[in-house]
């Protein structure tokens, strides 16, 4: 079975920092896109910014020059490194995968962490 788990949230007052961090466990073959999205209260889940397995990377317009998605191959993780926060930020962060797995070689599965409260406070 495939998890991901991630960790990192918290609060903090607008213009600080938080780093996020999603580690992808289990019978895992490979690892293609892995990103993270965000749900505001009343909202829907939104992409925040995406990462390919090559590393390059995508963002939403209103994170771009404050957040930075980078991930680490080797230990199957994705970080997003958020700075200059805003209390519009403020939401439940997920990280999501498009992932192989060991025992389903033929196709990749999406998958979703549990996610991790942010709260930007003004």
């Known amino acids: 079975q495939v998890q991901l788990v991630e960790s990192g949230g918290g609060l903090v007052q607008a213009g600080g920092s938080l780093r996020l961090s999603c580690i992808a466990s289990?019978?895992?073959?490979?690892?293609?896109?892995m990103g993270w999205y965000r749900q505001a209260p009343g909202k829907q889940r939104v992409l925040v910014g995406a990462?390919?397995?090559?590393?390059?990377?995508y963002y939403t317009d209103s994170v771009k020059g404050r957040f930075t998605i980078s991930r680490d191959n080797a230990k199957n993780t994705v970080y997003l490194q958020m700075n200059n926060l805003k209390p519009e930020d403020t939401a439940v962060y997920y990280c999501?995968?498009?992932?192989?797995?060991?025992?389903?070689?033929?196709?990749?599965?999406?998958?979703w962490g549990q996610g991790t409260q942010v709260t930007v406070s003004s």
């Open positions: 990462t390919t397995s090559e590393g390059s990377a």
């Open positions: 289990g019978s895992i073959f490979s690892i293609n896109g």
């Open positions: 999501n995968a498009e992932i192989r797995p060991s025992d389903r070689l033929l196709d990749e599965y999406e998958y």
